[in-house]
């Protein structure tokens, strides 16, 4: 599975990967009817966000980072699509919104930096000391911006419990499950935190790859 190919990724901004390209898979085979309303929550490159412009859908996209942002416009411009991109933590601004199709590619590594809010290039993917500081938030809050018959898809590593993922979601009343998996080798900051994850009981000793899934959820009509 190759990753996806944009144009610029600013330093500092989570570049397409494995991950990536595993949503975009799942976003594919989404049906998606002509002016569908898509959010793309993290957009980073901003590629998810430009991948459903292609389809027609009037797709607004959000990070937090403004070197972000940056890059998601130009990206946009330059594949000469429409994309609304906000600045803004996670749904702060689209709260008065509603949407038919919600794509999130969040931070889910698990750090040993505990509670402490991650800075630089880490706030892409270091998620606290179970790797669910923003996964746990997406779960409460993204149900409530689904329309009836929408859907949430998240990727996420298994590192990061996608039980718990499909247990919170269906706890607000969504059908949820995981569609997809996809095993890769790790990578560098796996590599780094190897010892430490195996000492948490993530990993064992025979473990030398990470499986990433992809939890669809959908809000019945």
């Known amino acids: ?55 027609g859908t009037r797709v607004t996209a959000v990070d937090v980072s403004w070197r972000a942002v940056c890059t998601a416009r130009m990206n946009a411009w330059m594949a000469g699509v429409p994309v609304r991109i906000r600045r803004g933590n996670l749904f702060a601004p689209v709260r008065d919104r509603s949407f038919d199709l919600i794509l999130t590619n969040p931070p889910y590594v698990p750090a040993p930096t505990g509670s402490r809010p991650p800075r630089g ?9 179970d790797g669910r500081f ?15 018959g929408g859907v949430l898809l998240m990727v996420h590593s ?19 499950s995981v569609t997809r998996r996809h095993r890769i080798d790790f990578g560098p900051v796996l590599r ?30």
């Not at 600013?10 to 002509?34: H, K, R």
């Not at 290039?121 to 998620?127: H, L, Q, V």
């Not at 996964?135 to 409530?144: K, N, V």
């Not at 993530?202 to 019945?220: C, F, G, I, T």
Request: net charge negative.
């Open 1 to 55: 599975m190759n990753p996806l190919v944009l144009p610029l990724v600013l330093p500092g901004v989570y570049a397409p990967q494995e991950d990536t390209a595993l949503l975009a898979g799942a976003l594919s085979e989404e049906p998606l009817p002509p002016g569908a309303d898509v959010l793309d929550v993290g957009t980073g490159s901003g590629a998810l966000a430009i991948e459903a412009a292609r389809r």
């Open 134 to 148: 923003v996964l746990d938030r997406i779960c409460r809050e993204a149900p409530t911006l689904l329309r009836p």
């Open 158 to 176: 298994a590192l990061s419990d996608p039980g718990r993922t499909i247990e919170h979601l269906r706890g607000s009343g969504l059908k949820a």
């Open 192 to 221: 780094g935190r190897r010892e430490w994850l195996r000492e948490r009981g993530l990993l064992s000793d025979a473990d030398e790859k990470e499986e990433l899934v992809v939890v669809r959820a959908e809000l019945p009509v």
């Open 121 to 129: 290039p880490a706030r892409a993917w270091d998620a606290g000391g």
